[in-house]
């Protein structure tokens, strides 16, 4: 197993993983969860981001106080669920910068395509979190963290909701400099691509598409 892969094991973010895995969890609550899980997700995966220290004034003296080591954060979606984890960590960090990359897997080879490519433009100065929901081949992560390995950030992290150990092996192989933090790491992938247990597809669960 790749040895950059963290399960964020808390009774939380498993309470809430097991009501989005339910079939019968509705679009709305299932978007609410999505952004819950990715706030705890976030305290894991910023961890061990630089601070600095500023002089502020508490009501009562100065005081040299930490701070996140500027310039903020990028948080990168890939399109679409993507979106909905970096909603949550958006809440966590107001201030970052976010990328966007649009890949769907072709559901014959289940290759990644790619669609829609933005980043901030100084992203080369910025540590990146990377999120998508779901990691089953791994072909959409590998291809969206191979294409920002061009643009030279300063790091990459990524960050999942579900894992399958196909995804997890393919992605260390390929990128073994990245770390990869998930809330829960599945049994394997069915004959289509898919996560099992799993929840579905997760950008349709997001946005009630099917
Ligand atoms: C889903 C998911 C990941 C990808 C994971 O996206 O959000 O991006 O599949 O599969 P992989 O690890 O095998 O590449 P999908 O391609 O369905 O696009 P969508 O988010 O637009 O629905
Ligand atoms: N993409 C999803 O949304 N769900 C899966 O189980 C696999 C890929």
Known sequence: MNPRFKVVDHPLVRHKLTAMRRRDTPTPEFRRLLREVALLLGYEVTRDLPTATARIETPLEPMEAPVLAG????????????????????????????????????PKT?????????????????????????????????????????????????????????????????????????????????DHGYILPGLGDAGDRLYGTR
């Open 110 to 190: 289940l290759q990644a395509v790619e669609y829609y490519f933005k980043m901030p433009f100084d992203i080369a100065q910025r540590h990146t979190i990377v999120a998508d929901p779901m990691l089953a081949t791994a072909n959409s992560a590998i291809a969206a963290i191979e294409r920002l390995k061009e643009l030279k950030p300063l790091s990459l992290r990524f960050v999942c909701l579900v894992a399958a150990p196909e995804g997890v092996r393919a992605f260390g192989e390929a990128h073994p400099d990245v770390p990869i933090y998930a809330a829960g790491l599945d049994r394997e992938l069915n």
């Open 71 to 106: 310039p903020e954060p990028c948080l990168i979606s890939i399109l679409r669920a993507g979106n909905g984890l970096v909603d949550g960590l958006l809440d966590l960090i107001p201030t970052a910068k976010v990328g966007h990359i649009g890949l769907y897997r072709d």
